[in-house]
């Protein structure tokens, strides 16, 4: 029997998926975990060095860029013990000559069972079609202390975490699961994740969040998910992450989505420019953005839209017209300021590395950003995009967001838009990656 201590430090505001799917699949075979979410729990640096001294495997969670970042800092500071370290999950990759640990990426329950059974890490990602158990979240704190819903009377409700899906059937250019997953999709199961709803329903959880890259990448599966948990448990409400590109193709699903209880979409709008949209390999164009807004406004569900507004192919007037396709469609409150200062990452198997080389806009590789630098040919976009995350991070508001763009881009504002503020259903904590 192995000892095994699984960390997460960062999982958007949920509940780890990353720790209860793996501790489930490592209980199976026998195997004793202990588990720490660094997100919510304060632990002591000395206390986290004795429990990771004690372990046999120390796992480290790094579903994405920002977890990773913070993953390298727990292993920093578990010296000597780089041999028993393993990080698993997309951004994985990142680490893999870092001297740190092992990476395992792709589908990483299994390999840590493996490890755990004695095995060396794959070197390269590997993927399975085995059936999932359902996750074992009794080792985790309660889900009281995750990110909550708020629905639109701005009630605060407990919210749970389920995947139905892991990998991803598009290969988006600056997705962290194209250089992984590579257009594979897998589905976890559909009894599996109705137990795992089911279970999280009955500590408390009012509010589901189906976190698949793309809940409509399989579209029967989705609905007969929400159909059956819809009809378990009344009241129950939800929300999905889904494409532009898949809102249009299935849009005959959107009312029966509402009526069973899909109160908002998260949805990657990435940019209102075409040319962008088109080497980020979106599957959608511009005009194809209202499309979205209408249908979902016409279904009753709220759109909740990501975009990533720096990148080496954004002009200064790409920019503009962003902040006034939010301001005009009356997006601001939809639209935290962090979204409008996101500049694009480029870990090192980016399939956009090589394009921005080739333009000339490729710096150098941080080794601990864990992405390649790059800069602007016009200097005033990534004087802006400092600015703009600075506002952010002092809580600034849209208005000041835009005036700074005026400023910096020097154009003269346009008229302001006056829309009722009214508040729609979302979680506590902002998406980020």
Request: charged share 20%; aromatic share 6%; with cysteine.
């Amino acid at each position: 029997m192995t000892q095994v201590l699984l960390i997460s430090t960062y999982e958007q505001g949920h509940q780890p998926l990353s720790i209860a799917a793996p501790a489930a699949a490592l209980k199976a075979a026998g195997h004793q975990i202990r588990a720490i979410d660094l997100a919510v729990e304060s632990v002591q640096s000395e206390v986290l060095i004795a429990q990771a001294s004690d372990a046999d495997l120390i796992a480290i969670s790094t579903p994405m860029h920002t977890a990773a970042r913070l993953g390298t800092r727990i292993a920093r500071t578990l010296t000597g013990m780089s041999d028993k370290i393993a990080f698993y999950g997309l951004a994985a990759n990142s680490l893999r000559d870092s001297g740190l640990g092992a990476a395992i990426s792709g589908d990483t329950d299994l390999q840590l069972v493996a490890m755990a059974n004695g095995e060396s890490p794959s070197t390269v990602p590997l993927f399975d079609r085995e059936s999932r158990l359902i996750p074992d979240r009794s080792i985790l704190p309660s889900i009281d202390q995750y990110a909550r819903y708020r629905d639109a009377s701005g009630v605060s409700h407990l919210s749970g975490y389920v995947e139905s899906t892991r990998g991803c059937a598009h290969r988006c250019t600056h997705c962290p699961l194209t250089p992984i997953y590579a257009g594979r999709l897998r589905l976890n199961g559909a009894e599996t994740v109705l137990a795992d709803i089911d279970q999280q329903v009955v500590v408390g959880a009012e509010h589901i969040t189906f976190g698949d890259p793309d809940f409509l990448n399989a579209p029967d599966q989705a609905m007969h998910l929400l159909r059956e948990s819809a009809g378990n448990h009344p009241g129950l409400t939800f929300d999905a992450t889904i494409k532009v590109e898949h809102l249009i193709e299935h849009q005959q699903l959107l009312p029966e989505m509402a009526e069973l209880g899909v109160s908002f979409i998260v949805s990657a709008f990435e940019s209102v420019d075409d040319q962008l949209l088109e080497v980020l390999d979106k599957g959608h164009t511009a005009a194809d953005l209202d499309t979205a807004l209408q249908l979902t406004d016409h279904a009753g569900i709220a759109i909740r839209p990501t975009w990533l507004p720096f990148t080496p192919w954004t002009s200064a007037q790409d920019y503009l017209d962003l902040l006034k396709f939010v301001e005009t469609r009356h997006l601001v409150d939809l639209t935290p300021p962090v979204q409008l200062g996101l500049r694009l990452l480029a870990p090192a198997n980016s399939p956009l590395v090589e394009p921005m080389r080739d333009m000339g806009s490729l710096v150098d590789y941080d080794i601990d950003g864990l992405t390649w630098q790059w800069r602007h040919k016009n200097p005033r976009m990534d004087d802006l995009q400092s600015q703009i995350a600075s506002i952010a991070e002092r809580s600034g508001t849209f208005a000041d967001i835009k005036a700074v763009a005026c400023e910096t881009l020097g154009v003269n504002p346009w008229p302001n838009v006056e829309a009722l503020h009214v508040h729609r259903p979302g979680l506590t904590e902002d998406w980020f990656c």
